[in-house]
DNA sequence: ACATAAGTTGCATGGTATGCAAAGATGCAC
DNA sequence: GTGCATCTTTGCATACCATGCAACTTATGT
């Protein structure tokens, strides 16, 4: 029961690897018939042909049509929420966060193709990008949890106002640093994916991502001033 | 159906008038509906019915029955605009930014009921919070190029690598600075909302507000370390 | 007052989404 | 491998969402 747990591969029971597979197969071809055709053309049932199943079992999988485009990796958040607390200590907590995404932005580039296809639909009709970042936020509740576990663990809990000097309303255990660290991680990834995706023959994506972390550590300080 | 909102500098045409009340209207009407039966339970017909047009008369003003719950107020982002522009030259542009947000939400706490009803309905299904966010994105944007502007006024262009002490791989100008500022501070209101609204009695929503900025500002450090 | 432009409405149509019950796979014990 | 329990798939019925079109009603300018 211990050894079983291999992240996203064959996991154990043959049930579970056909839903994994039918799944991904829905994804995928909602997102290459998205790619050809435009988003907005595409129907459930011509994804469900494309799949091999009936129009019934994508909404099985599925809650609605849009989000067979958005929903990438169910677990991504899982494996962040691992790297993070997992994290070496003597990491800040944002230099922590910022590992756990690249990492996972790593991964992400294994399925090279299917991942540009994504971002092209995506970013052709915004009523789609704005539900993909709003999938994002699920997942930065979860790595709220995760920081806080790891600030819990790392440091001491101190007294409300011990560390940042300006008077803290709220203290830090109660949950407000975490989540604001999480979501402005969020926004740093997708800026630096919106960035990338226009310039993309200006820079490598590494280096936009490593630069916007750093502006964020440095307080976003104004560029010439 | 004949409330005439004078704020939104009123237009002087009758025809203009009776839009944006009919706007208003069925805006009111899908909150208030919502907060009462939940989200999911209010049919377009219920809305339409509640401010006195038909239904297809509703889909000529929003694109979607969750675009009714989701848009608050179109020109907010046009308000902002203005004010990161017209803000003091010496204020940092984060300082910049939170001052126009912040004069924008205490411009929301103007209909305080229908704010705190529509935060209500929003946090009720996260499948309309997500939306939101996704609604904010287009205001983040249009910030983004009024920072720029902002940026092209004040400093000057900079070389690349000029101000940051680390190298800068795509230069202020190409505009990454200002969408990462944009994208930031947006994840930082809806944080503060969000904490506020899960502590509404521990703290002011200001003083939340003015704390998360002042993290940001310090970049993010380590609470005890 | 008249012509024009703009907004509203009903109807028809097709796609989206859910509940339900029957049929088909799978897992497990024997 | 037989049989039973569980999960999954599927078709059908139903309701709602969303758009195009044509007819009708209401402002606006002269």
């Known amino acids: ?44 049932e011509a994804i469900s042909a494309e799949a091999g199943v009936s129009v019934r079992t994508f909404f099985n ?36 966060l910022r590992e756990a995404m690249a990492a996972e932005l790593a991964e992400a580039e294994a399925q090279h193709e299917l991942w540009r296809l994504h971002a092209k639909v995506l970013h052709a009709s915004p009523h789609l990008l704005a539900r993909g970042v709003g999938a994002h936020m699920a997942a930065e509740a979860d790595l709220a949890d995760a920081l806080a ?45 919106d960035h990338w995706s226009a310039h993309q023959e200006e820079a490598a994506f590494l280096d936009v991502f490593h630069e916007v972390f750093t502006l964020l550590a440095a307080g976003l300080p104004a560029p010439s001033a």
Chains 1, 2 share one sequence.
């Open 149 to 193: 576990e790891r600030l819990r663990r790392t440091g001491d809990t101190g007294g409300p106002g011990s560390g940042t000097g300006s008077g803290s309303v709220t203290g830090a255990g109660s949950g407000l640093y975490p989540r604001l660290l999480a979501a402005v991680a969020g926004a740093a990834v997708r800026t630096s994916m």
């Open 1 to 44: 029961m211990q050894l079983m747990s291999e992240k996203s591969a064959a996991g154990g029971g043959l049930r579970e690897r056909k839903k994994r597979a039918t799944r991904a197969a829905l994804a995928e071809a909602a997102v290459r018939l998205a790619a050809e055709h435009g988003a907005e053309k595409v129907t459930v």
């Open 61 to 96: 999988y599925f809650d609605s049509r849009d989000d067979a485009f958005v929903v990438v990796d169910a677990d991504a958040g899982e494996r962040m929420r691992r790297a993070v607390l997992e994290a070496p200590a003597d990491l800040s907590p944002l230099a922590a």
